[in-house]
């Protein structure tokens, strides 16, 4: 199908994945590597972290769905460990049936800094991304306040 094929901009040839720069062979070694932040290579994680990294490049809000361990946080945080940290800044939130919007919130802020007035951002000039784990789970908010659910705060953020 098209999806196993990447275009070649130097050919313009579409190549499978295994011959983009994106496929990256390891060599593992397990007395100095743990199993569990190594991802193994395979043409689908090449797609996935091909246009994953070109979506972050272009400071575009980036889902990935699937059933679970199919490598999903794996990926993404392996592509995070992988960015330049002089410009970037990650923090992982991982939401669960019990996290409720002020615990989104407080979580959110945590990474923040006053900059003027009533102006908040990373620290220095760096990009932040927010990792948001799990994003289906949340309990629906049962009682009427005037809270938002995580996931109303999630999309407006997204916006």
Request: with cysteine; glycine share 6%.
């Given at each position: 199908?098209?999806?196993?094929?990447?275009?070649?901009?130097?050919?313009?040839?579409?190549?499978?994945?295994?011959?983009s720069p994106?496929?990256?062979?390891?060599?593992?070694?397990?007395?100095?590597?743990?199993?569990d932040?190594?991802?193994?290579?395979?043409?689908?994680t090449?797609?996935?972290?091909?246009?994953?990294?070109?979506?972050?490049?272009?400071?575009?809000?980036?889902?990935?769905?699937?059933?679970?361990?199919?490598?999903?946080?794996?990926l993404?945080a392996?592509?995070l460990s992988?960015?330049?940290?002089?410009?970037?800044?990650?923090t992982?939130?991982?939401?669960?049936?019990?996290?409720t919007?002020?615990?989104l919130?407080?979580?959110?802020?945590?990474?923040?800094?006053?900059?003027?007035?009533?102006?908040?951002?990373?620290?220095?000039?760096v990009?932040l991304?927010?990792?948001?784990?799990?994003?289906?789970?949340?309990?629906?908010?049962?009682?009427?306040?005037?809270?938002?659910n995580?996931?109303?705060?999630?999309?407006?953020?997204?916006?």
């Amino acid at each position: 199908t098209i999806f196993d094929y990447w275009l070649d901009s130097n050919s313009n040839k579409f190549e499978p994945w295994r011959q983009s720069p994106s496929f990256q062979s390891i060599e593992f070694d397990s007395r100095t590597m743990k199993m569990d932040e190594t991802t193994v290579p395979t043409t689908e994680t090449a797609s996935i972290s091909h246009w994953m990294g070109l979506l972050v490049q272009k400071h575009r809000p980036t889902l990935l769905a699937g059933p679970s361990g199919t490598g999903k946080t794996q990926l993404v945080a392996g592509m995070l460990s992988g960015l330049n940290s002089a410009e970037f800044l990650s923090t992982k939130i991982n939401l669960n049936y019990y996290s409720t919007a002020s615990l989104l919130l407080s979580s959110l802020e945590a990474p923040l800094q006053k900059r003027t007035g009533s102006t908040f951002g990373p620290p220095g000039s760096v990009q932040l991304i927010y990792f948001v784990d799990d994003l289906n789970l949340p309990q629906a908010a049962e009682e009427i306040t005037f809270t938002q659910n995580s996931c109303v705060i999630l999309s407006a953020i997204g916006s």
